[in-house]
């Protein structure tokens, strides 16, 4: 079946903009996560999403990072005035249920803030 | 919080040697233990995963780990590297009790020279 899908899969901005980045995950998969890969480094958890519940937001870093889930499909990482440190790849991981089930990753968005 | 640490950040290996990459975890109770990898232009692959029973896992790839208590230990082993083989291994542990995130180490490089 279909795996966990991103887009864009690269993303260029200008420093201050706005970007948005998108998460499908694999269907009936209730639990999404979404983490940050800087350069030479491992993964920063930044938020999940379980079914109907409440987000856990205690991974994003500042209030400047937003993100919603539709139901338990699609979900939008947000990141408003980006700054240079921004720049990493997101990835956007869905699982079945929540730990300790496996998570399936998708292939990440490279976003470059200029 | 747990955390695990990979204490090798560059490993190169000939093609057919023998594979150890090393993860140590902090915490008091068992915790369960991932293994992924990520080759280059690639998204995470879970490799294996260790909850409880038999402390020696089998996974894909021809990867196995050993979880050892006494050492804080879930070292990742393969008796023969491919030159496929090559690419970033990544350790990772929930932070707690009750999380369902991850928290992943810095991961390991793995070189294969022909």
């Known amino acids: 079946g279909a795996g966990v899908s991103q887009s864009p899969s690269n993303k260029v901005t200008e420093k201050g903009k706005d970007v948005e980045l998108r998460c499908d995950p694999i269907?009936?998969?209730?639990?999404l996560y979404w983490y940050r890969q800087r350069l030479g480094q491992g993964l920063e958890f930044l938020i999940y999403f379980q079914g109907n519940s409440a987000p856990d937001k205690s991974g994003l870093p500042s209030d400047r990072f937003s993100a919603e889930r539709t139901g338990e499909s699609v979900s939008t990482l947000t990141i408003q005035r980006t700054q240079q440190e921004d720049s990493a790849v997101y990835l956007c991981?869905?699982?079945?249920?929540?730990?300790?089930?496996?998570?399936?990753f998708g292939p990440g968005t490279r976003l470059t803030v200029l | 919080a747990q955390s695990v640490t990979q204490p090798d950040i560059h490993i190169t290996v000939s093609e057919g040697a023998s594979l150890e990459l090393r993860c140590n975890y902090s915490y008091g109770a068992t915790p369960y233990l991932f293994w992924y990898v990520q080759s280059p232009g690639q998204g995470l692959q879970l490799l294996l995963k260790y909850f409880s029973g038999d402390t020696l896992v089998q996974g894909i790839k021809g990867f196995e780990a050993e979880f050892k208590r006494s050492q804080s230990s879930f070292n990742l082993r393969k008796p023969s590297v491919h030159w496929s083989d090559a690419a970033e291994y990544f350790c990772a542990v929930p932070p707690g009790a009750g999380s369902y995130q991850l928290t992943f180490g810095k991961g390991t490089k793995l070189s294969v020279i022909p």
């Open positions: 269907s009936g998969h209730t639990a």
């Open positions: 991981a869905s699982s079945l249920q929540l730990v300790p089930d496996t998570q399936y």
